[in-house]
């Protein structure tokens, strides 16, 4: 089978199987070797590997990946694109394609299926419209991971890697930033892909730390804090946290453990780092 990062042979299979791109899915698919190389580079598989790949879409990465990695797991929801994936990845012994919406497949039992329980890699050209969910969903389930590597939103990768005081800073930062260390690798162009998307992109390699960097006493709690703190973004954390239906704090005890961490009763969420996140939902606890 010809390689298909190359546009010529993707257009061709689109064509043979008269393949009609869903917006609904966000399709757009690769056309870039070089873009396609440093996704394999940066995640850094071998054949020790494997490998959960979201949204094959043709093959075109699953193909790299088979090549590279131990075994590849690729969820597809739309089953248009099965037929396709079973004729451009006949090669390959070391794939196995699920037909399912990756939101609603219990990835923890695949990786205990197929992997023994061991930590996979999960790499992908992600559908943006559900990006956060993918990846929130990986976190908080604790699927066993060593490191996502994956295209995003160009904004996206940056709201995941900023700290305190941008304007991109917020709960998916602290979230992405409590589990994984997150590195952009790659710029992306919108030519890269067919059809080209509105928006830029980039690579981000979010390596699985072992241990959070921060502790938590009740990891749920700090993250209803986090939410809390950013859905009202422009409230002062006093007025924000107290106002939180279900933390069951009031504006006292808020202001009382700002003062204990030194900080101003007016300060607001956008301007605390994760460790004093982390310092501030453990004091309210002991209030609590
Ligand atoms: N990996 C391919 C590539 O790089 O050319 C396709 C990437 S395209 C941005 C995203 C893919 O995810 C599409 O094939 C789309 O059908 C698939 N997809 C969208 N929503 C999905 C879902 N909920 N579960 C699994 N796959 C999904």
Known sequence: MATLGIPQNTIAVLQKYNFNFQKKFGQNFLIDTSVLDRIIDASGITKEDCVLEIGPGIGTMTQYLAERAGEVIAVEIDKALIPILKETLADYDNVTVINDDILKVDINSIVEERNGGKPIKVVANLPYYITT???????ENHVPLK???IMVQKEVADRMQVGPGTKDYGALSLAVQYYAKPEIVANVPPNCFIPRPNVGSAVIRLTRYEEPPVKADDEAFLFAVIRASFNQRRKTLANGLSNAPGLGVNREQVVSVL??????????GEALTLEQFARLSNLLLQRL
């Open 147 to 149: 490191s996502i590597t």
């Open 133 to 139: 969910p993918i990846i929130m969903g990986l976190f």
């Open 259 to 268: 003062e204990e961490m030194g900080l101003s009763a007016t300060i607001r």
